[in-house]
């Protein structure tokens, strides 16, 4: 049972590249959440889906892009790779809102 | 502003017990989590309250009083394993989690 799959696990971009962090989950979830984690900040939301083909804008949404085509892909686009996009890149996913979200083991991103 | 506090690190004893507080304001209430982060690892699901109370769970409990906007998550019989950052998140109106920075619990033999 994988649960929640992040690749890569590591990524160095210069300025101005772009990107796209997988996400895969086999646990037929229908929420899926992007976040970011910065030293000393708690976790921003991203972008979130409740389903597939249905997208929505988190807290720090700028300089991202989502797409949910299936249940069970959620990959997160960057355009323009800028420094401050270096980070930490958590996705998660769960079956409601409320109820407890399930974590990928994160894409270290920097950005130079 | 939203704004959840937590204290930034604590340290304790093995064996002891610890409690570590975090006090939220959010626009509107729809329940506080509990995760656990080991460091360079994803978080993990502790616990949820979404009533006022203490939920018990084996070695690890969790209150809420909604009325004071405070919550502590209780660890008894600490153990080294135990090292970690406590994240407290409350959701929010919108359904959302909004994260506090976490606490960095450093046990001691």
């Known amino acids: 049972n994988a649960g929640v799959t992040q690749t890569p696990k590591f990524r160095i971009l210069k300025i101005g590249q772009s990107m796209t962090l997988q996400c895969t989950q086999d646990?037929?979830?229908?929420?899926m959440y992007w976040y970011r984690q910065d030293p000393g900040m708690g976790l921003k939301l991203i972008y979130y889906s409740v389903g597939a083909g249905i997208t929505d804008k988190g807290e720090v949404p700028n300089g991202y892009n989502v797409s949910r085509s299936t249940t069970e892909d959620f990959p997160l686009r960057l355009e323009l790779a800028a420094p401050s996009q270096t980070s930490v890149y958590f996705c998660?996913?769960?079956?409601?809102?409320?109820?407890?979200?399930?974590f990928g083991d994160g894409t270290r991103l920097s950005i130079l | 502003g939203q704004n959840i506090d937590q204290p930034t690190e604590m340290t304790a004893t093995e064996g002891a017990i610890v409690q570590i507080n975090c006090t939220y304001q959010t626009s509107g209430f729809n329940g506080l989590f509990w995760y656990q982060q080991h460091a360079g690892e994803a978080p993990t699901f502790l616990s949820y309250n979404v009533l006022d109370g203490l939920e018990e769970k084996g070695r690890f409990s969790s209150f809420l009083s909604r009325s004071k906007g405070y919550s502590y998550l209780l660890l008894k019989e600490l153990q080294m394993k135990d090292s970690a950052s406590y994240l407290c998140?409350?959701?929010?109106?919108?359904?959302?989690?909004?994260w506090g920075a976490g606490t960095k619990l450093i046990i001691k033999p």
């Open positions: 998140a409350v959701m929010d109106s919108n359904y959302q989690l909004i």
């Open positions: 646990m037929n979830h229908n929420y």
């Open positions: 998660a996913s769960g079956t409601r809102e409320n109820q407890p979200q399930h």
